[in-house]
């Protein structure tokens, strides 16, 4: 038989089939264009960090700035005035600064945004289960409890529970509908990973999951170990 | 916009209705082209030829949708030209690698061509597909319907391509004895 006479003759089959095989492949460029969205999201939270961590930086240091000039005129002053006040209120008040400026500028490094998205889709009638590992984090020096939310937008027909892959969340994350579950995980590892099982309740459709796990990047505690 | 008020727009010979289905489906076409042939421009040109036979097509025709139909279209578009290429350019496509993985098709003295044949052969297809599970049958149709590679359809479906590779090699081999059996 000719093969392409054979292929011609395959892309006949019956259109149940081909339909099938054209929802799998439709929700799969859509959880595509979600990546994408999701990637603008992370690079956008990323900027925002960046461009407080600079502004902040740059706030610090005319803070600095203008309290070495204060030291000065105090120091010019406190010279004129030794007799007088003293310096010591004024001594207090710049170590404050100073340590004030050094944990701050800690607390922005560790709030640094952690995203991963986990996607997952299923259109079997053997009640398969898989999983996918995120390959995406940061890098994180110490073992420390970090706090995150898991955001479940999309879950059709399934349901779905993610587990740590490397840290230690502490509580259970599964999702039956669509929701948010907010949990802490302790971790040391420079990526974090997450894995994701999901359960298709009626084989006969499709099912689709997207979860996606964020850190809080406006928490001030949750970064604290 | 929905697939029945496409069709619709060419029963009413409204070309917008090209548009329509270039925007909705095109990406789809020129997807399964260029696994085919294996560059854009034929792939591009074959969307062209696919709307073009679109046109001819509907009316008479009345698809109640129309993916599966456009890019059924397309994929025999598609095959015609690499049957008019001469083989030893056909390298670029995936094509290439699924006609070697056909190679131990049967090659009894029926002649495809013929149509009452080709239905029966088409009906044995049919049968095998639907008697194996949905995964191996989803997976047999993204490579043999819309001849994506062995590396697309593990992204596609979630598993390693191994697993993909396994699947398609087991069950070609089972199709492939399911219609000898049936004297093909």
Redesign the interface.
């Known amino acids: 038989m000719d093969k392409i006479n054979f292929l011609q003759l395959f892309g006949e089959i019956d259109d149940k089939i081909v339909r099938q095989a054209n929802s799998v492949l439709n929700l799969y460029q859509e959880s595509q264009e979600g990546v994408s969205f999701r990637a603008d999201y992370s690079r956008r939270s990323l900027w925002k960090t960046v461009i407080a961590s600079v502004a902040f930086t740059a706030a610090a240091m005319f803070g600095v700035f203008v309290l070495l000039l204060n030291v000065g005129k105090i120091r010019l002053g406190g010279g004129t005035e030794q007799s007088g006040h003293g310096g010591s209120p004024v001594s207090s008040d710049i170590g404050s600064a100073s340590s004030e400026t050094v944990d701050r500028s800690e607390s922005s490094d560790s709030r640094e945004p952690v995203m991963v998205s986990i996607h997952l889709m299923m259109y079997w009638n053997d009640r398969d289960s898989f999983n996918k590992l995120t390959d995406q984090g940061m890098a994180l020096k110490d073992e420390k409890i970090y706090s995150y939310f898991a955001d479940c937008p999309i879950l059709e027909n399934c349901t779905v529970k993610v587990k740590g892959k490397n840290n230690f969340p502490d509580k259970q994350l599964e999702f039956s509908s669509t929701g948010r579950i907010d949990f802490k995980a302790t971790t040391n590892e420079t990526l974090i990973g997450f894995e994701a099982e999901m359960t298709v309740i009626d084989p006969e459709k499709p099912a689709r999951a997207i979860v996606n796990i964020y850190s809080y990047p406006e928490d001030q505690s949750g970064s604290s170990a | 916009m929905e697939d029945s008020k496409i069709v619709e727009r060419f029963w009413e010979r409204d070309e917008t209705a090209l548009s329509a289905v270039s925007e909705k489906y095109g990406k789809?076409c020129t997807t399964i082209a260029w696994n085919i042939l294996g560059d854009e421009q034929s792939a591009e040109e074959c969307l062209q030829d696919t709307l073009l036979k679109l046109w001819e097509t509907i009316p008479p025709k009345r698809p109640t949708?129309l993916?599966?139909f456009v890019?059924?279209i397309a994929?025999?578009i598609a095959?015609n030209a690499?049957?008019a290429r001469d083989a030893q350019k056909r390298g670029g496509g995936e094509?290439a690698l699924?006609?070697d993985e056909?190679?131990d098709?049967?090659?009894?003295e029926?002649n495809?061509?013929q149509l009452a044949e080709?239905h029966e052969?088409?009906d044995a297809?049919?049968s095998f597909?639907?008697s194996i599970?949905?995964?191996k049958?989803?997976v047999l149709?993204?490579r043999?319907?819309?001849?994506y590679s062995i590396a697309d359809i593990s992204?596609?479906?979630?598993?390693s391509e191994a697993n993909v590779s396994n699947i398609i090699k087991r069950e070609r081999k089972k199709l492939i004895e399911h219609l000898k059996k049936r004297g093909?």
């Open positions: 789809y949708e993916q599966p890019g059924r994929r025999n095959l690499l049957k094509a699924l006609l056909l190679s098709l049967p090659s009894g029926h495809v061509e080709q052969m088409l297809i049919n597909l639907f599970s949905a995964k049958r989803i149709v993204l043999y319907w819309h001849c992204r596609v479906v979630g598993i093909y």
